[in-house]
C-alpha cells in the first residue's frame, strides 16, 4: 500500500489500481482528489470538508462519512454512504473499521460534533480530530500534531498508548515553518524513544507500507 500524504489532515492510499482519499478539506490541494475512486471523511469542519470540491466528483465515486456530514452533501451525484462506531465496509478495494464517536473538545462553550476514525486494511488509522485509541494493533498512526483542541504533550501520550510502529504527522496545516521544526523534534525523539518510523511527511511525500 502506498501512502501519500496532502495538505493538512488529507492523505491517499493506493494499492492494486484503487486510490482512496481520506479528508480532502479546504487546507488541502485540490489535486488530492484526482483519480479517486473513494473518499472517506471524518467530521464536518472546514479543514476537513469541503462540500464544493465533493460535488464535483462523479456519481461512481462513493463518499463513506458520518450523519452530520451527510446531511451536507445531500443532493450530491456521488452516493453517500452514512456509517458510525463499530461499523466495516469495503471502499475501492480498501477493508476499513469504523472507530470513535466525538471530536475532541476544542473549548466549553462549542458543541462537540461526530468525528468518525477511519482503520484501513488494519494497518492505517486516521482519527479525525480526536485522540481515539483502536483496540486492536495499528501499524501505522496518522497522529493529529497541531489544532485548537490539542497541545503537544497530548500527542505524546497518544504514540505512547497507541504504540504503532510508524506514526506520521496530520493536522499540522495550522503551523509556521518554527511550528514545523517543534512537530519534527517531537516525533524524531519519540520515533528514536519508541523504536519507530515517526516523521512528518511533506505535502506530496508518499512511503510504501507493508514492503
Known amino acids: 500500500m502506498k501512502l501519500t500524504k ?13 486510490t482512496l482519499v481520506i479528508d480532502p478539506g479546504g487546507l488541502t490541494e485540490e489535486s ?3 483519480g479517486a ?10 479543514d476537513h470538508l469541503e462540500v464544493k470540491r465533493l460535488a464535483a466528483l462523479g ?3 462513493p463518499i463513506w462519512t458520518c450523519a452530520a456530514v451527510a446531511r451536507q452533501l445531500e443532493g450530491l451525484s ?10 466495516s465496509f469495503t471502499a475501492a478495494g480498501f477493508e476499513v473499521g469504523v472507530v470513535g464517536r466525538e471530536h475532541a473538545v476544542i473549548a466549553f462553550d462549542m458543541p462537540v460534533v461526530q468525528n468518525v476514525g477511519f482503520l484501513v486494511d488494519d494497518e492505517v488509522f486516521h482519527p479525525g480530530d480526536a485522540f481515539t485509541v483502536p483496540e486492536q494493533r495499528v501499524g501505522t498512526l496518522l497522529t493529529p500534531t497541531s489544532g ?3 497541545k503537544a504533550s497530548e500527542m505524546v501520550d497518544y504514540l505512547l498508548e497507541v504504540a504503532p510502529q510508524r506514526a506520521y504527522s496530520i ?6 515553518d518554527i511550528g514545523l521544526m517543534l512537530v519534527d523534534g517531537i516525533l524524531t525523539r519519540r520515533g528514536e524513544a519508541q523504536g519507530g518510523d515517526f516523521r512528518r511527511l511533506k505535502t506530496g511525500e508518499s512511503v510504501t507500507l507493508g514492503s
Open 37 to 46: 475512486d473513494a473518499v472517506l471523511i471524518t467530521h464536518e469542519h472546514f
Open 78 to 87: 456521488a452516493k453517500v454512504n452514512v456509517i458510525g462506531e463499530g461499523d
Open 148 to 150: 485548537p483542541w490539542m
Open 59 to 61: 456519481s461512481g465515486v
Open 171 to 176: 493536522h499540522d496545516g495550522l503551523y509556521n
Open 32 to 34: 488530492a482528489l484526482q
Open 6 to 18: 496532502h495538505g493538512h489532515a488529507c492523505v491517499r492510499l493506493e494499492k492494486d489500481g484503487s
